[in-house]
């Protein structure tokens, strides 16, 4: 792949195409990635990143065959609902372990893999390894968030399980990261330290921050475009 020049992002998260709840809840999962696939292209972005929970096995095929028609350069990571077995992973990515980093001019661009809940040694410390070999500006891709969202439903039930070692080898690289994530259907963004996260929301539908099970949050759907030039800029486009 030639690096490029610039950086312009879609970020994209959390379809879940065919998932379960979608009748129950009444969304139109095709339709609202449609309308978000819409979008980008009228904004002239012609890159994408998806961090996860793409599709159950049987609307996998239509997710790559609809970004294909698009035409996006589209560059994805698994969330704990992907089968790795069934989605189209490039060559970029390992047979094992489906992290890896892209070259970009401008910035180091690093996808990590997630799908576990957990970050292993080998994956943490080529992930260290990466960031600190370089001194442009990092942008790191992953399901699962590594700071707390203020002890958040997500935060208690289904955070990434080592994500104090995490946090803990990201601060000690001193190098200023920049996270993109999902998996919470929330939107936020926080610094600690060295890391600052972005949690982009879910394209099919949003969940309550504090409750006691499960619960969907009226929020409307949508993604994130991220802007880099000298410095990193994002936005949320929502829809209602
Ligand atoms: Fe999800």
Not at 139 to 160: E, G, I, R, T, W
Not at 192 to 201: E, V
Not at 206 to 218: A, C, H, M, T, V
């Amino acid at each position: 792949m030639k690096a490029r020049v610039t950086v312009v992002l879609a970020h994209i998260t959390d379809i879940h195409l065919g998932h379960r709840f979608a009748q129950k809840f009444g969304v139109d999962i095709q339709r609202n990635f449609i309308t978000v696939l819409e979008d980008i292209k009228r904004r002239g972005i012609t890159e994408v990143v998806c961090t996860g929970d793409i599709a159950e096995d049987e609307m996998a095929s239509w997710f790559f065959d609809t970004i294909k028609e698009y035409g996006f350069l589209t560059h994805i990571v698994l969330g704990n609902h992907d089968n790795p077995v069934i989605m189209e992973l490039s060559n970029e990515q390992g047979i094992a372990n489906h992290y890896y980093r892209i070259p970009c001019d401008q910035a180091v661009l690093l996808f990590c893999d997630t799908r576990q809940a957990y970050m292993d040694e080998e994956q943490l410390s080529w992930l260290t390894e990466e960031i600190s070999s370089s001194d442009l500006p990092i942008l790191l891709f992953l399901h699962h968030p590594v700071l707390d969202y203020d002890n958040s439903f997500m935060d208690q039930k289904y955070a990434l399980k080592n994500r104090d070692a995490v946090k803990s080898a990201l601060c000690a690289t001193n190098k200023e990261i920049h996270l993109f994530c999902g998996h919470y259907h929330a939107t936020d963004e926080r610094s600690f330290a060295n890391i600052h996260q972005y949690i982009t929301p879910s394209i099919f539908y949003q969940i309550k921050k504090y409750s006691e099970k499960l619960e969907r949050d009226e929020k409307p759907f949508g993604y994130r475009i991220i802007q880099m030039e000298r410095t990193i800029q994002t936005e949320v486009i929502n829809f209602f």
